[in-house]
């Protein structure tokens, strides 16, 4: 029986920063939905509006139907994980979690019981009597989690609650978080600046920036098909070619590329083949093409630009290089390794499929 | 945490009540004072009395002697305080815990106390005196009364300011930083110089600031060891209280110049501190320093003997207290006699002072949190001002706040004066700053997000604030009332002027005991002052174990 979240229209403003400039969004019943964006983007103004601890210029929340922006706080039943979790000092872990039953002036007994099921659920029933202070980083986490879960909230709410964590722990917490969301199937508003976490939890994920929703899709349609260049930059590593379109025939595009403005160097004509889309002659687009679209080829592949290495990185699974190309330099990764012969200044050709290119379309004038 | 604007807020109220408050018990009288001291015998303004004043060999002695004695006592203890906090933090010296707990001995014991225990030993029938006069060796220390004694039982009673402060200072002073230094190439003394002075000069300022502001607001000492030497507070005292009817309008003119010191050395501090930055990321916390053992050794007999020397007020009078006595006369001995002269002739003072500190901490208690919670919770354009009105009371001393309060609230429709109010109404003002700023301190450590979680969870702000912030302030609620209790207690400089009939406090029944030379039944009821001081700070140090120097 979980609910769905509407938001329509919202604006804020602090001073002369406009913190949200107009957002609509529609969450799904049961949905775990992330809002990622740099910080300063905006996606914890929006989450505490949903609270209810900043109030909106303008604009319209409600839940299942019920308006939730005129309730004060404390009556939107709403469970929310803070980012330094927030738990009560002076209460023990079993007080914490009993606090939003005690408020709802609850039955012993009953309250008891609710408490143990939360504590169970984040597996952390054997620390009950302990107090904050004397926990670790992740079990106050899940202690954190316990308390929103204990109320039985139409929606939770979590801001940036893996940020205080080391990089294991953190991917561990993800998986937990996961599991409880999964278990329980509470719809979840999550907020987070980590593009990697957001893909790896999220049912859908709303990419924001500048107080606007720049996207909203389900992981992999985001990183596949980012809408905004920012998008491209933001999600995944993203290497920006520039370009203008030569010519149009047979559903293919001839791009000459373009040196980035602050090389000097002089470079060869660079055409390369992409699929047409509503392209015509004479515009300009910027290409968005991930690292690992990219492969070392001969210099008579279509698609090809030729590169010195100039970087060669190591990273286990994937080998990371980079590669400078008269349009640029370029990210690419490969699987596995890569053999011997390479070596930082060796000379390759790098070669893509056109059609795992994103293309925006640049304004004429620049 | 934001909220919807509601009329309704109770908060909203309560800001404004507070101004109001502040507006009628600060702001007016020092109003009220100044236009005392600048209006004609006939009316209208003038600056008559600020002309008589300076042009008075009488009144301009009083300021010069107050300035004199406001710079020595500071440089004096300025320097014990340094030498001792570095002797403590970084030489070494065994015993750092108890030095500091025993260090609030003579800060909290009224100055009064420590002057006439001076006396008792240096004074002209002193036990010393008497002890050097058998070798007819008592001219080599001179007379005690007058500005050396001033400045003897200040800087004794002062000194543990500049020291907590330079600890707190030294101790927050990253080790790496001047390890850093010495890596760089700077000699110890030019990292002394370079690194660890600057960053210590918050503390020592801090520290000298109100060992300066003490000195120059003492009456209570400045009138026991004194004598004829009048500084600005005993002046006003004996403008008000003279014989001939007194002067109001002088003693307006002497509190206004006071006050004039105390705002512009106050005013000063701030300035300077404004201008430097002194935030530090560091990790690493207080670094005793390799130190030869000579060195040790030196260090710990120099704080000990400077400690022990301080201790030597506190100890005299309960020791004495048990003497048998008669007027000025007090014999080695085993008694109870002062005792039970004191339970009969004064059990009203001490019930006094105890009813009056209780209701005067109650009050600050109150007033701390609301203003506190105001000041750092809803902090607004508005809420800017009511701290900046907070700031004045640091800077008045007890005797101008007194003269103030009389030209006040002397008349109707504001009678104040000749009623119990006047004196609740000048503790809880020249006390309830601090109470504020502990409250303030202690909210700034809290995150909204723990309120912020509260709500969320479902209860209301009002249960938020008494099952999160009020048990969460609760350490920085008592320790301010532990405080607040303290000071008025033995509160004196105001109390002389403002109390009559049968209010007199055990401060007051204290002077009046050792200026009509009755040292044996003095003796008892300072020692039952300082029980009432020190009992108090007893029980918080054992329930917060042992941080009563952090109060201070």
Request: glycine share 10%; net charge positive.
């Amino acid at each position: 029986m979980s609910v769905g979240l509407t938001i329509k229209g919202l604006r804020k403003r602090f001073g002369t920063h406009e913190a949200l400039a107009g957002v609509d969004l529609e969450i799904r019943p049961g949905e775990f939905f992330t809002l990622v964006g740099p910080s300063g983007c905006g996606k914890t103004t929006l989450l505490r509006c949903v609270a209810g601890f900043c109030w909106p210029d303008a604009g319209e929340i409600s839940c299942d139907g019920q308006r939730l922006d005129p309730l004060p706080p404390h009556k939107r039943n709403l469970g929310m994980v803070f980012q330094n979790y927030a738990l009560f000092p002076h209460l023990s872990v079993r007080e914490n979690v009993a606090y939003g039953l005690r408020a709802r002036r609850m039955p012993t007994g009953a309250v008891g019981q609710r408490v143990e099921h939360a504590l169970q659920q984040v597996r952390l029933a054997h620390r009950a009597d302990g107090f904050p202070g004397v926990l670790s980083g992740g079990e106050q986490q899940r202690v954190a989690t316990a308390r929103a879960l204990a109320i039985e909230p139409r929606l939770l709410l979590m801001d940036e609650p893996l940020s205080n964590l080391d990089a294991k722990l953190r991917v561990q917490m993800r998986e937990e978080i996961r599991r409880v969301q999964r278990s329980l199937g509470i719809t979840t508003l999550y907020v987070t600046h980590d593009q990697e976490e957001a893909l790896a939890l999220s049912d859908r994920i709303a990419v924001m920036d500048n107080g606007r929703l720049e996207q909203i899709g389900e992981p992999l349609q985001i990183y596949r098909y980012p809408a905004t260049p920012f998008v491209a930059g933001f999600i995944g590593h993203t290497n920006f070619l520039t370009g203008e379109v030569v010519s149009v025939a047979g559903g293919q595009a001839q791009v000459r590329l373009e040196p980035p403005a602050e090389s000097e160097e002089p470079s060869g004509e660079c055409i390369i083949t992409l699929p047409a889309g509503d392209l015509a002659p004479g515009r300009r687009v910027m290409i968005a093409l991930r690292p690992e679209r990219f492969s070392l080829a001969s210099a008579d592949t279509p698609n090809s630009l030729a590169g010195r290495i100039e970087e060669i990185m190591f990273l286990g699974a994937v080998t990371r290089l980079r590669v400078h190309t008269a349009p640029g330099a370029i990210t690419v990764e490969l699987h596995g390794d890569i053999g011997e012969g390479f070596k930082p200044g060796t000379e390759v050709h790098l070669t893509f499929d056109g059609q795992a290119a994103t293309i925006f379309e640049q304004p004429r004038e620049r | 945490m934001k909220r919807p604007r509601r009329s309704s807020d109770p908060w909203h109220a309560a800001l404004a009540l507070s101004y109001a408050l502040l507006a009628l018990l600060i702001a007016y009288p020092l109003v009220r004072l100044f236009a005392g001291s600048l209006t004609a015998e006939g009316g209208g303004f003038s600056l008559a009395h600020f002309r008589d004043f300076l042009a008075l060999r009488y009144y301009r002695a009083a300021l010069e002697h107050s300035l004199y004695v406001g710079v020595m006592v500071t440089l004096l203890a300025t320097v014990i305080g340094v030498v001792l906090a570095t002797a403590v933090t970084r030489w070494g010296v065994p015993g750092k815990a108890l030095l500091r707990a025993l260090v609030v001995i003579p800060l909290v014991s009224p100055p009064f106390i420590g002057a006439y225990s001076w006396i008792l030993l240096l004074g002209r029938n002193g036990w010393i005196t008497n002890l050097l006069d058998r070798f007819h060796a008592a001219g080599w220390i001179g007379t005690i009364y007058g500005p050396k004694g001033i400045i003897l039982a200040l800087t004794l009673n002062l000194y543990p300011f500049v020291f907590l402060m330079v600890c707190a200072s030294l101790s927050s002073v990253d080790p790496n930083l001047e390890e850093a230094a010495a890596n760089l190439g700077a000699t110890p003394w030019r990292r002394f110089r370079t690194v660890t002075m600057p960053l210590l000069t918050p503390g020592i300022l801090g520290g000298a600031l109100l060992v300066f502001l003490h000195t120059v607001a003492d009456f209570g000492s400045a009138m026991i060891i004194g004598e004829d030497y009048l500084v600005l507070p005993t002046l006003i005292y004996s403008l008000f209280i003279n014989e001939m009817g007194g002067e109001p309008a002088m003693a307006a003119t002497a509190s206004a110049v006071l006050l004039a010191c105390t705002t512009i050395v106050l005013l000063v501090e701030r300035w300077y501190l404004a201008r430097r930055s002194y935030v530090m990321s560091g990790l690493r916390r207080e670094g005793e320093r390799e130190v030869s053992r000579r060195l040790r050794a030196l260090a710990t007999i120099l704080a000990y003997g400077i400690v022990g020397l301080s201790l030597i007020p506190s100890v005299v009078v309960i020791v004495t207290s048990f003497f048998p006595s008669s007027g000025p006369i007090m014999r080695p001995g085993f008694s109870l006699g002062n005792y039970a002269a004191v339970f009969q002739s004064v059990p009203r003072p001490m019930l006094n002072s105890v009813f009056l500190s209780l209701v005067s901490t109650i009050l600050c208690v109150l007033l701390g949190v609301v203003i506190g919670y105001l000041l750092v919770r809803r902090q607004s354009r508005w809420t800017a001002g009511l701290d900046a009105l907070l700031m004045v009371p640091f800077a008045i001393p007890g005797t101008v706040l007194a003269v103030a309060l009389i030209t006040a609230f002397g008349a109707r429709p504001l009678l104040l004066t000749g009623t119990v109010a006047i004196l609740i109404v000048s503790y809880v003002i020249r006390r309830m700053p601090y109470a504020v700023r502990g409250v303030a301190a202690i909210l700034h450590h809290i995150e909204p997000a723990t309120e912020e979680a509260s709500v969320s969870l479902g209860a209301s702000p009002w249960r938020t604030f008494r099952k999160i912030t009020l048990p969460l302030m609760a350490p920085g609620i008592v320790s301010g009332a532990v405080m607040t209790w303290v000071q008025v207690i033995s509160e004196i400089s105001s109390t002389i002027l403002l109390y009559y009939g049968q209010w007199a406090t055990m401060s007051v029944v204290i002077y009046q005991q050792v200026m009509s030379d009755n040292f044996g039944s003095a003796a008892a009821t300072s020692t039952l002052l300082l029980a009432g001081v020190f009992v108090p700070l007893l029980l918080f140090n054992v329930w917060q174990g042992g941080r009563a120097a952090e109060l201070v």
